[in-house]
């Protein structure tokens, strides 16, 4: 098999965020003694392995890297929903990620958290710049892609954190610190996968919420639609991999 013969990888946390895709592939089995849920197929003419990961870095990291060394995936994709940052948009709006930042991971200190980029070590004399990003290639190809399809799709920061956001006041202060877009809870994970693997990755979200006090009542009414408009962008974008 040659590298552009081996499958694209998309992960998914959730069955909603993993259904419509799977479907489309024609519904495939479950893949045998796998450690998570990964399904193998064609999607729009490319061959994909789909993994239901579950929630959180951890999930993430593992199906991310059971898809890269065990079916040869060339690309990481994920796809899903995420809440809204900052005031540019609502629920509904799509998200693809030129820089996800890990806003877990670095030092505690009296004046507050310092952030460093994982697997750095967070002390003063070491201070990377945090975030995973985009290449410019891809980037161009992607914006390319946009245009000509006619897709509305924001691009920007995401952010990925272990705790679930549902606080205005967070919301707004961490959307003015790292001009931030959306907040997830895998992607820093895939990313990071992805660059120590020499492997090329997008993060597409669809806003199932904008993160405030009322984003788990949001999060449950427009999970499924969040869910479907991210996997219909996921489609739309597969060439940018070829």
Do not use: N
């Not at 065990?70 to 796809?79: I, Q, T």
């Not at 996968?193 to 993060?203: D, N």
Request: glycine residues 10%.
């Amino acid at each position: 098999m040659t590298a552009a013969d081996a499958p694209i990888g998309i992960l998914c946390a959730m069955p909603q965020e993993q259904e419509l895709l799977v479907a489309e592939m024609g519904d495939p089995p479950p893949l045998p003694g796998t450690t998570v849920e990964a399904r193998r197929g064609q999607l729009d003419g490319r061959e994909v392995v789909i993994s239901a990961a579950g929630v959180g870095k951890v999930r993430a990291a593992v199906a991310a890297t059971l898809l890269v060394e065990r079916f040869g995936c060339r690309a990481l994709v994920l796809s899903g929903v995420a809440g809204g940052l900052g005031t540019k948009l609502g629920i509904g709006d799509l998200v693809i990620a030129e820089r996800v930042i890990d806003i877990d991971y670095g030092r505690l200190t009296p004046e507050g958290r310092i952030i460093y980029q994982p697997g750095t070590l967070p002390i003063p004399e070491e201070k990377p710049e945090p975030g995973y990003y985009v290449s410019e290639t891809l980037l161009a190809r992607i914006r390319e892609r946009l245009e000509a399809s006619h897709l509305d799709a924001a691009l920007g920061t995401i952010l990925t954190t272990d705790a679930y956001l549902a606080s205005s006041r967070d919301r707004d202060e961490l959307a003015g610190e790292w001009d931030g877009l959306a907040i997830e809870m895998e992607g820093s994970a895939l990313c990071g996968v992805a660059e120590l693997l020499g492997v090329p990755w997008l993060v597409v979200r669809a806003l199932s919420d904008r993160a405030g006090e009322e984003s788990l009542t949001d999060f449950a009414e427009f999970l499924e639609s969040a869910a479907a408009d991210s996997a219909r962008l996921v489609r739309e974008l597969l060439p940018v991999l070829d």
